[in-house]
């Protein structure tokens, strides 16, 4: 692949990736550029937030009842106008949205459904820590054309064709998974607006001593997990303890560096805090493929099947072993 001074960019990618999922249509490479034009213009906001006045609370509540900062709301209908247009979707799930959001009728209506959470970890904006964007995208069931139903949504993970996020950290940085390309990370270089290839053939780090999980609850626990996370900080056992509170940094962190991040059901949250279409899924995707594993304490994340689009799931996602390892003593 041909490349520039600085790298090999993501539209590169893209078109080859194109080629990759032997596309005949060109609109799962058009569909993931405007993901990617979105993301741009996120992270332009989410770095002028403070100045541009964008941090604090709309005073709205969203459908999951927690205050909605205003780049939550702007991440939202961003991400929704690059695609709506696109002829790429013809459906769009988002945590921000109780009910499914259809492409209007004025707009082509395309092969694909996305599912995101536009802005995850919104609760940390405030304070500047990294938050991120998550998204999953599978290939409708329902007629080409048509408006697209529940039956496009409501369906196993493992049925997903890519997934990706992007996080707003010191840097912004977008990691793109599919079967055809594997996970493949792509840093911003803000002073020309093109993500170049920085992360490729992003692997699990196999020696793995990370844990993540808020010890906050541990009264609300189930004691396996109590035993379980004190078997970790046995003398020798060299674990150490992240946790950002926000879903898409410590995943990325333990992606890059090896980990297990566990959130867990709690007495609060019986079925867990973490939605199943657009945070689990996605990122049980890309640990998957890049050599790791996810499971809701006993089943493999991929193989639920949600009945609900705002479905939540416990979640026990990194590295293989440890990930084996949790599932066990929870499941056990
Ligand atoms: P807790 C952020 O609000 C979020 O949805 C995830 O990004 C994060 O992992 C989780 O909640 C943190 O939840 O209960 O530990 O504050």
């Not at 209007?104 to 964007?133: H, K, Q, W």
């Not at 999953?136 to 048509?146: D, W, Y």
């Not at 007495?267 to 279409?277: C, E, Q």
Request: glycine letters at 10%.
């Amino acid at each position: 692949m041909q490349s520039f001074d600085e790298g090999i960019t993501l539209d590169q990618f893209l078109m080859e990736s194109g080629r990759a999922h032997s596309e005949r249509t060109g609109q799962f490479v058009t569909l993931l550029k405007q993901v990617t034009l979105a993301a741009k213009m996120v992270s332009a906001r989410v770095n002028r937030a403070g100045l541009a006045g964008m941090i604090g609370a709309t005073g709205d509540t969203n459908i999951q009842g927690e205050f909605v900062m205003k780049l939550d709301v702007y991440a939202n209908e961003t991400i929704k106008k690059a695609l709506e247009h696109a002829g790429v979707c013809c459906l769009v799930v988002s945590e921000e949205e109780e009910e499914l959001i259809h492409v209007p009728e004025r707009f082509p209506r395309g092969s694909y459904v996305f599912c995101m959470d536009p802005l995850d970890g919104s609760s940390n904006i405030d304070v500047n820590a990294t938050i991120g964007t998550i998204f999953g995208v599978f290939r409708r069931k329902s007629p080409e054309g048509g408006r697209g139903d529940l039956g496009d949504v409501l369906r196993a993970g493992h049925e997903l064709i890519a997934a990706g996020y992007v996080v707003y950290g010191s840097g912004t940085l977008l990691v793109l998974a599919s079967k055809a390309t594997g996970v493949n990370g792509f840093t911003l270089d803000p002073g020309i607006g093109e993500f170049f290839l920085s992360h490729p053939d992003i692997k699990l780090e196999p020696s793995a001593r990370m844990y993540s999980l808020n010890e906050a609850y541990k009264a609300q626990w189930d004691d396996r997990l109590v035993d379980y996370v004190e078997s970790l900080k046995a003398p020798g056992k060299g674990f150490s303890q992240r946790y950002i509170g926000s879903l898409v940094a410590d995943f990325h962190r333990n992606l890059l560096k090896g980990g297990l991040f566990i959130y867990p059901a709690t007495a609060k949250a019986p079925n867990g805090k973490l939605r199943v279409l657009y945070e689990a899924f996605p990122l049980a995707y890309i640990a998957e493929l890049a050599g790791g594993a996810a499971t809701d304490g006993r089943d493999r994340i991929l193989d639920l099947e949600p009945t609900e689009l705002h479905q939540r799931t416990p979640l026990v996602i990194g590295n293989s072993e440890l990930v084996r390892e949790a599932t066990e003593a929870l499941s056990g």
